[in-house]
Protein backbone atom coordinates (compact mmCIF):
# COMPACT_ATOMS: atom_id res chain seq x y z
CA UNK A 1 0.00 0.00 0.00
CA UNK A 2 1.04 3.44 -0.16
CA UNK A 3 2.66 5.70 2.39
CA UNK A 4 -1.27 6.72 3.77
CA UNK A 5 -1.19 3.00 5.19
CA UNK A 6 0.23 3.61 8.51
CA UNK A 7 -1.06 7.45 8.94
CA UNK A 8 -3.65 6.03 11.61
CA UNK A 9 -1.63 3.36 12.83
CA UNK A 10 -0.74 4.74 16.50
CA UNK A 11 -4.54 5.75 17.09
CA UNK A 12 -7.02 4.11 18.82
CA UNK A 13 -10.98 4.98 17.76
CA UNK A 14 -13.11 4.15 20.45
CA UNK A 15 -16.89 3.92 19.36
CA UNK A 16 -18.64 3.28 22.90
CA UNK A 17 -16.08 2.28 25.04
CA UNK A 18 -14.73 0.11 22.93
CA UNK A 19 -11.46 0.20 20.66
CA UNK A 20 -11.14 -0.44 17.43
CA UNK A 21 -9.48 -3.86 17.15
CA UNK A 22 -10.16 -4.71 21.26
CA UNK A 23 -12.66 -5.89 23.43
CA UNK A 24 -14.61 -3.35 25.76
CA UNK A 25 -13.46 -2.57 28.78
CA UNK A 26 -14.96 -3.59 31.74
CA UNK A 27 -18.14 -1.46 33.08
CA UNK A 28 -17.13 0.79 35.75
CA UNK A 29 -18.64 0.16 39.00
CA UNK A 30 -22.48 0.72 39.45
CA UNK A 31 -22.66 -0.26 35.52
CA UNK A 32 -22.50 1.61 32.26
CA UNK A 33 -20.57 1.36 28.89
CA UNK A 34 -16.45 0.81 29.32
CA UNK A 35 -15.20 4.18 29.92
CA UNK A 36 -12.21 5.24 27.36
CA UNK A 37 -8.83 5.64 28.72
CA UNK A 38 -7.40 9.23 29.64
CA UNK A 39 -4.31 10.17 27.99
CA UNK A 40 -4.11 8.08 24.96
CA UNK A 41 -4.27 9.33 21.18
CA UNK A 42 -7.59 8.53 19.66
CA UNK A 43 -10.98 9.39 18.69
CA UNK A 44 -14.04 8.63 21.36
CA UNK A 45 -17.21 8.84 19.20
CA UNK A 46 -20.73 7.26 20.01
CA UNK A 47 -21.85 4.61 18.24
CA UNK A 48 -23.95 6.72 16.03
CA UNK A 49 -21.58 9.36 15.37
CA UNK A 50 -19.20 7.37 14.13
CA UNK A 51 -21.72 5.48 11.68
CA UNK A 52 -22.56 8.73 10.53
CA UNK A 53 -18.84 9.48 9.82
CA UNK A 54 -18.57 6.03 8.18
CA UNK A 55 -21.44 7.23 5.36
CA UNK A 56 -19.76 10.37 4.99
CA UNK A 57 -16.38 8.95 4.39
CA UNK A 58 -17.51 6.40 2.41
CA UNK A 59 -19.27 8.91 -0.06
CA UNK A 60 -16.17 10.54 -0.67
CA UNK A 61 -13.90 7.38 -0.82
CA UNK A 62 -16.74 6.39 -3.70
CA UNK A 63 -16.85 9.59 -5.38
CA UNK A 64 -12.70 9.69 -5.59
CA UNK A 65 -12.89 6.21 -6.91
CA UNK A 66 -15.15 7.98 -9.53
CA UNK A 67 -12.79 10.65 -10.35
CA UNK A 68 -9.84 8.22 -10.79
CA UNK A 69 -11.04 7.12 -13.81
CA UNK A 70 -11.55 10.92 -15.32
CA UNK A 71 -8.37 11.69 -14.00
CA UNK A 72 -6.49 8.87 -15.10
CA UNK A 73 -8.68 9.62 -18.71
CA UNK A 74 -6.47 13.04 -18.61
CA UNK A 75 -3.19 11.51 -18.37
CA UNK A 76 -3.64 10.37 -21.66
CA UNK A 77 -4.63 13.00 -23.87
CA UNK A 78 -2.94 13.58 -27.40
CA UNK A 79 -1.65 16.96 -28.93
CA UNK A 80 -4.18 18.98 -30.76
CA UNK A 81 -2.06 19.75 -33.04
CA UNK A 82 1.72 18.92 -33.82
CA UNK A 83 3.07 22.42 -34.02
CA UNK A 84 5.43 23.66 -31.38
CA UNK A 85 3.05 25.58 -29.33
CA UNK A 86 0.62 22.72 -29.35
CA UNK A 87 3.08 20.32 -28.42
CA UNK A 88 4.46 22.60 -25.65
CA UNK A 89 0.94 22.67 -24.08
CA UNK A 90 0.19 19.35 -24.35
CA UNK A 91 3.63 18.76 -22.38
CA UNK A 92 2.92 20.65 -19.20
CA UNK A 93 -1.00 19.22 -19.27
CA UNK A 94 0.44 15.64 -19.79
CA UNK A 95 3.96 15.30 -19.37
CA UNK A 96 6.74 14.68 -21.36
CA UNK A 97 9.22 16.22 -23.11
CA UNK A 98 10.99 16.49 -20.12
CA UNK A 99 8.33 18.07 -17.92
CA UNK A 100 7.51 15.00 -15.75
CA UNK A 101 4.27 13.90 -15.08
CA UNK A 102 2.13 16.96 -16.31
CA UNK A 103 -0.32 18.95 -14.85
CA UNK A 104 -2.92 16.20 -15.25
CA UNK A 105 -0.43 13.02 -13.99
CA UNK A 106 0.17 15.24 -10.66
CA UNK A 107 -3.71 15.89 -10.19
CA UNK A 108 -4.23 11.88 -10.91
CA UNK A 109 -1.45 11.11 -8.26
CA UNK A 110 -2.79 13.52 -5.78
CA UNK A 111 -6.68 11.53 -6.28
CA UNK A 112 -4.60 8.07 -5.59
CA UNK A 113 -3.14 9.42 -2.58
CA UNK A 114 -6.64 11.09 -1.13
CA UNK A 115 -8.12 7.36 -2.12
CA UNK A 116 -5.39 5.87 -0.31
CA UNK A 117 -6.36 8.28 2.91
CA UNK A 118 -9.54 7.72 2.94
CA UNK A 119 -9.32 3.97 2.52
CA UNK A 120 -7.31 3.76 5.71
CA UNK A 121 -10.05 5.51 7.52
CA UNK A 122 -13.11 4.16 6.77
CA UNK A 123 -11.13 0.68 7.33
CA UNK A 124 -10.37 2.07 10.92
CA UNK A 125 -13.90 3.34 11.35
CA UNK A 126 -15.88 -0.06 10.53
CA UNK A 127 -12.92 -1.99 12.55
CA UNK A 128 -13.99 0.27 15.33
CA UNK A 129 -17.47 -0.45 15.09
CA UNK A 130 -16.70 -4.25 14.76
CA UNK A 131 -17.81 -4.55 11.18
CA UNK A 132 -14.56 -6.12 9.98
CA UNK A 133 -12.21 -8.26 12.49
CA UNK A 134 -8.60 -8.76 12.00
CA UNK A 135 -9.70 -12.66 10.36
CA UNK A 136 -11.31 -10.69 7.49
CA UNK A 137 -8.59 -8.30 6.83
CA UNK A 138 -6.23 -11.68 6.78
CA UNK A 139 -8.82 -13.62 4.45
CA UNK A 140 -8.81 -10.56 1.91
CA UNK A 141 -4.91 -10.22 1.69
CA UNK A 142 -4.79 -14.14 1.05
CA UNK A 143 -7.11 -14.42 -1.41
CA UNK A 144 -6.19 -11.11 -2.97
CA UNK A 145 -2.70 -12.68 -3.17
CA UNK A 146 -3.90 -16.23 -3.93
CA UNK A 147 -5.68 -13.81 -7.95
CA UNK A 148 -2.23 -12.33 -8.07
CA UNK A 149 -4.18 -9.05 -7.31
CA UNK A 150 -2.31 -6.08 -7.26
CA UNK A 151 -5.12 -3.14 -8.19
CA UNK A 152 -7.93 -2.68 -5.96
CA UNK A 153 -10.17 -3.60 -8.27
CA UNK A 154 -8.87 -7.14 -8.93
CA UNK A 155 -9.02 -8.01 -5.09
CA UNK A 156 -10.49 -11.57 -4.81
CA UNK A 157 -10.35 -13.02 -8.53
CA UNK A 158 -8.45 -16.02 -8.89
CA UNK A 159 -7.47 -16.93 -13.10
Do not use: C, N
Request: without cysteine; negative net charge.
Amino acid sequence: MTAAHGWLSDVTFWVDGVPSGGSALPPPPGGGAGVVPTGGQGFSLSREDAEAALRDFQDILDELVRMEAQAGALTVLRSAAEDPASRTFHEVLVGGGGQGLGVFGDGYEHVQKEIAFFEVLVARLKKALGYVTDADEDAEAHIGAAGGAVARDDRGYLE
